[in-house]
């Protein structure tokens, strides 16, 4: 039965929540016993107003459309941070110092070799497999390899892990893309910054001295900062149920990429590519948006669970890729024009308005990819590696909590009632 129940947080004002409730509880229901999960019983598909944990990592308020990663807004941290900076503020809580920042970019940059054997795995794929297919299957692998740091128990091994994961992932995703080209893979450069290096290993040749250009490294940077962290999204929940089964590190991050690749999230930005493709032409924009209001097909990089307001994310993507495109020679670009119509459109026609559809970061993210030369393909890749501190981040908060339990969704039941075994003979 649903009901109106006094919820009361520790230090909080009780408030008023209507609650389903399994079985007649207390009208005033302390929330912790809520987490509990005494006596309440809640269908939520989707999760769309289940808290399914406390969180100190991300806050997004999405009516505002702000987002703040433990507490400093993004617009800030992509103007000023940079990526690694951005990481050890998602796992230790606070900007590092400089001693911190140094100590830190060291131990990143140990750890992002792969066993030699792990080249050998590569070669067992077909070249023509998506390389997010590829990444599930190497990041998991990585537990085979890395035998010293599965001991979730012990915080040595739990930091060890994390370094792994984030020094790991832009040599392992810059492999995905060789392996799939038929090109030699390129070792990394320690001289380069972690994006410099990612690029690097991407697209030197072994005859000519790679030269990054700080514009596109910075846009690429930018990027990484955009989709550290994004609070409780499919993929981290998906990281964090992996992991409150005691699984090891590895295995859950694999766990989340899995997640990632599916278009309604971080596939999106392939999706938007193919989308811009498939309607081609500005003057196939109005009948491209006539089929997405009739249900036909939904506008790719639109929409979000949570804001109802326009993504911070894709305005700094936005102006990511004007910047990005300018660079590069390519303001006339296209598909960057495709992609404001269709924007202009969205923002003033009244389905998407009164839908509160605006732009997502996925929007404009590929086509700055695409400018940087990474093939359509590989964008969730990218996506997987940014996030990948986003899902540690969360992975630890949720080990180091001693409240944390195996994460364990309840169901309706819609099935047959009870019936009796017929032999085949009967049926
Ligand atoms: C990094 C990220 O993961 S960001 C998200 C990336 N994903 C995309 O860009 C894919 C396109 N967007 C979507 O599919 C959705 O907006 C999601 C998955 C992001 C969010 O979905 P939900 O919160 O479950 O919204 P839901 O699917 O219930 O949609 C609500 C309404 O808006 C419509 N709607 C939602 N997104 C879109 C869209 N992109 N295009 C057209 N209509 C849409 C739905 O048809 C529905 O309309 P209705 O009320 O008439 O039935
Ligand atoms: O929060 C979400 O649901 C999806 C998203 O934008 C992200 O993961 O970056």
């Known amino acids: 039965m649903i009901k109106n129940a006094i919820l009361t947080i520790e230090g909080q004002e009780p408030f ?10 207390p009208d005033v229901i302390d929330i912790h016993k809520l987490y509990a999960g005494t006596n309440m019983f809640m269908f939520d598909p989707g999760f769309t107003s289940t808290a399914s944990c406390e969180s100190k990592i991300t806050f997004i308020d999405g009516e505002k459309g702000q987002l703040y990663y433990r507490g400093y807004p993004i617009e800030q ?3 000023y941070s940079d990526y690694l900076e951005t990481c050890y503020l998602l796992i230790y809580g606070e900007l590092p110092d400089a001693v911190e920042k140094q100590k830190f970019e060291l131990g990143v940059l140990r750890h992002n070799m792969v066993h030699e054997q ?25 537990a085979a ?20 994961m984030i020094a790991k992932m832009p040599t392992l995703a810059a492999m995905c893309y060789r392996y799939s080209k038929g090109l030699p893979f390129n070792y990394p450069r320690n001289s380069l910054s972690y994006t410099g290096n990612f690029m690097h290993m991407m697209f030197a040749k072994p005859t000519e001295d790679y030269v990054v250009n700080p514009v596109l490294e910075r846009a690429l940077d930018r990027i990484f900062i955009l989709h550290a962290d994004h609070e409780q999204n499919a993929s981290t929940s998906t990281v964090r149920l992996a992991g409150s089964s005691g ?12 997640c990632l690749w599916g278009p309604a999230h971080g596939g999106a930005n392939e999706a938007v ?21 009739e249900k036909r097909y939904r506008l790719m990089g639109f929409g979000h669970r949570v804001y109802k307001n326009m993504d911070p994310r894709a305005k700094i993507m936005k102006q990511t ?40 970061v996925d929007f404009y993210s590929g086509i700055v990819l695409s400018a940087l030369g990474i093939p ?8 997987a590696l940014a996030r990948t501190v986003g899902w540690v981040s969360h992975w630890h908060e949720m080990i180091a909590d001693p409240n944390q339990k195996i994460g364990r969704p309840r169901q309706l039941y819609t099935g047959s009632g009870r019936r009796d075994y017929l032999s085949v003979d009967k049926r």
């Open 321 to 360: 890729c004007d910047e990005v495109l300018n660079e590069l020679g390519l303001q006339d670009s296209p598909k960057f024009k495709l992609a404001m119509a269709l924007e202009k459109i969205a923002l003033e026609d009244s389905y998407f308005v009164e839908r509160k559809l605006y732009p997502n």
């Open 273 to 293: 590519l193919k989308m811009l493709d498939e309607i081609g032409d500005v003057s196939r924009v109005e009948e491209f948006m006539q089929g997405v209001k």
């Open 118 to 142: 792990l080249t050998w795995f590569f070669r067992g794929f077909r070249r023509d497999a998506h390389p997010m297919s590829m990444m599930v299957g190497v990041v998991g692998a990585l």
């Open 376 to 383: 359509v393909a590989m964008f969730t890749v990218l996506f």
């Open 247 to 258: 699984a090891n590190p590895f295995a859950c991050i694999a766990a989340g990429i899995a």
């Open 77 to 79: 941290l992509a103007e």
């Open 145 to 164: 390899f890395y035998q010293d740091s599965l001991d979730i128990n012990n915080p040595d091994h739990r930091r060890i892990a994390e370094y792994r």
């Open 16 to 25: 008023e929540m209507p609650v389903l409730s399994g079985s007649l509880g």
